[in-house]
């Protein structure tokens, strides 16, 4: 049995998840504890990988003990890190990683990007700002790739961002739900942008995810129906309307 240990996965969320440790790297051996000359202390990095989804984490453990110990001999041990005498200490990433949804055309990419960019370099009313451009910059692509008379499309795009989300929702592009997460990334972009205090670090977090969200039921999906869409028309069987025959 491998070494295991119980983590909430950054990558995909999953509470409490069995991370296997898939190897380890010791900063440093054998240190004296202050408290008792007599207990050596090791600080050791594991690479561990998610049970669910297999992506790699990296995390500190510390270990106390009477002699010393090689860590080639602790990785080829079974059961828990725990259960072998370490004590968790911390772990990267920590937080849920934002991941730029596909299909996204360059332009929303582009301030999508940013507003995760600015998330990692915790500056968070940068990130904030960059969501309200990225809704900004989608909502109009949408009007002007979505709705087939131009004149309309036109108007649509050259609305505030308020009303162009309330046209497109009564266009049919969005549904109330998503018109709904459309105005609380705009609200949250807005005070960002604008308000006196900074915006707070949950508040970033919170907005760059919900914004996660609207992206990939706004372009996302789509893109994902059409490519099944193409296979479908591309197969031989749709073609002749009947099942291959070997
Ligand atoms: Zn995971």
Same mark, same amino acid.
């Given at each position: 049995?491998?070494? *295991?240990?119980? *983590? #909430?996965?950054? &990558?995909? &969320?999953? /509470?409490?998840?069995? $991370?296997?440790?898939?190897?380890? $790297?010791?900063?440093?051996?054998? =240190?004296?504890?202050?408290? #008792?000359? +007599?207990? $050596? *202390?090791?600080? #050791?990095? $594991? =690479?561990?990988?998610?049970?669910?989804? /297999?992506?790699?984490?990296?995390?500190?453990?510390?270990?106390? &003990?009477?002699? &010393?110990?090689? %860590?080639?001999?602790?990785?080829?041990?079974? @059961?828990?890190?725990? !259960?072998? @005498?370490?004590?968790?200490?911390?772990?990267?990433?920590?937080?849920?990683? %934002?991941?730029?949804?596909?299909?996204?055309?360059?332009?929303?990419?582009?301030?999508?990007?940013?507003? *995760?960019s600015n998330i990692s370099a915790e500056n968070w009313d940068a990130a904030g700002t960059m969501v309200r451009k990225a809704l900004d910059v989608a909502t109009r692509d949408m009007a002007r790739t979505r709705i087939g008379n131009e004149k309309r499309s036109e108007t649509i795009v050259k609305l505030w961002l308020k009303k162009r989300i309330e046209a497109l929702t009564s266009?049919? =592009?969005?549904?109330?739900? =998503?018109?709904?997460?459309?105005?609380?990334? /705009?609200?949250? @972009? !807005?005070? +960002?942008?604008? #308000?006196?205090?900074p915006y707070s670090k949950e508040d970033a977090i919170r907005l760059v995810g919900y914004a996660q969200a609207f992206l990939t039921y706004a372009y996302t999906v789509p893109g994902m129906v059409a490519e099944v869409r193409e296979r479908v028309e591309d197969s031989p069987s749709s073609n002749t309307g009947s099942r291959p025959t070997d």
């Open positions: 049995m491998p070494l *295991i240990v119980k *983590i #909430d996965c950054p &990558h995909c &969320h999953t /509470k409490s998840s069995g $991370f296997q440790v898939e190897g380890g $790297f010791r900063r440093s051996s054998d =240190l004296i504890s202050r408290r #008792d000359p +007599a207990v $050596f *202390i090791d600080e #050791d990095w $594991f =690479l561990l990988s998610c049970g669910r989804c /297999k992506k790699c984490i990296t995390a500190q453990y510390i270990s106390e &003990h009477n002699s &010393h110990r090689e %860590l080639k001999n602790v990785l080829s041990q079974h @059961g828990s890190l725990e !259960d072998i @005498g370490y004590t968790y200490k911390v772990h990267f990433p920590s937080e849920v990683t %934002l991941e730029e949804p596909e299909h996204l055309p360059s332009k929303v990419a582009s301030p999508f990007r940013q507003a *995760i266009e049919g =592009l969005l549904t109330v739900d =998503l018109s709904d997460l459309a105005g609380v990334l /705009k609200d949250g @972009g !807005d005070e +960002a942008a604008h #308000d006196d205090e």
